[in-house]
């Protein structure tokens, strides 16, 4: 019996309609996938430690309630850790800094009149209530704000809810989907999942140890400069590592200004500005290919439109969760055949393509040549 080919350009025009149909429904259940998200990459994050403790004859429920309550504990340690940071850090500005954000505010604004003829509209400074009528909606009310606050909450409860029962029905999840896929080999669709969740493990471990190593040294570049408040502005530069390409920019911009307002001399300023590039360089050269290596292996166009795409759809949350979610994308193309293509489109470019293919079409030119004369 004959099969019915679907021509290619069909087959990408319902790609291209299934990644329309996902976006949208990422955007209308955005309050239920984010949680979700998040918790799913932690239990994959988690799930090697789960079988640790399962290979040591402890309870599946056990284990993962031990897990996630570590985890917990890390998390509670680090918000304390950040808690105190920017305690420090708020109770130090004072007076003086509004004074000096006021005196380089005023000193911009006249430097723009006199050299562009543009006014900045701050000749009296820096006024805090225009930025937050500005920021702040008009229809923002108390009730609101209270509805708000428990819809954050509520999310934030949500999350090692859906932790505790994705890891426990792990296993539950991947015979579902051996089942839906029943006509094809089990034991390598069990396998291709396992990869697809080392892959995620793999980056969100990388991603951590680059995280840490980038807040110790941009630490020590600011203690030998002698900027105040070291240990906040290194380890949230670090942090913001996260966000590929933006978070390293943003990361040098808050001590950049604080160095800026602190400072007498352009020295300091200039030297942050030089010493986190060059840290960036090495992160990007050297780091991150030597602690993720070839995790997530995406060019660089596919991972900013991607940033932009999970910026758009939810936020700040989405430009972390972007990353590996085409990285798992990506794998799930490599599946496929028919979508192999778009797999080569995330992953980087291979330089030695068009050599290949010259190199095939010079031996058969030989081999058609040879056959002619024979």
Known sequence: ??????????????????????VFFMIVAKKLLVPLFISGYIAMLLTSSCNFLERRKIPRSISAFICLLLFIGLIAGIVMFAYFQIRGFMNDVGTNMSDKVNALVISANNWC?????????????????????IVQPENTSATKLVFTTIGTLS?????????????IYRDHLAIFITKVFRRQNNDGLLEKMTSIRKIVHAYLMGSGKVMLILGVVNTAVLFALGIEHAIFFGMFA???????????????????????????SAFYPIAIVVAF?????????????????????????????GLLIGGYIWGVMGMILIIPSIAILKKLFELSPDTQPYAYLFGEEDSNWFKRRERRAKSQAAKAEAEVNA
């Not at 999310?155 to 994705?166: A, T």
């Open 113 to 133: 009149l006199d050299t562009f003829g543009f006014d900045l509209g701050m000749r009296n400074g820096f006024e805090m209530e225009k930025a937050v009528a």
């Open 155 to 167: 999310d934030i409860i949500l999350l090692p809810v859906f932790i505790f029962f994705l890891l």
């Open 1 to 22: 019996m004959d099969t019915l080919k679907v021509p290619n350009y069909i087959k990408s025009v319902y790609i291209a309609l299934l990644i329309i149909i996902i």
């Open 277 to 305: 590039t060059f840290i960036q360089l090495l992160e990007s050269a050297f780091l991150t290919p030597k602690i993720t290596g070839g995790n997530v292996n995406l060019n660089a166009l596919v991972t900013f439109i």
């Open 238 to 264: 670090g942090m913001l590592n996260i966000i590929p390409y933006l978070g390293p920019s943003l990361g040098a911009a808050l001590p950049f200004f604080f160095a800026l307002l602190t400072k007498d």
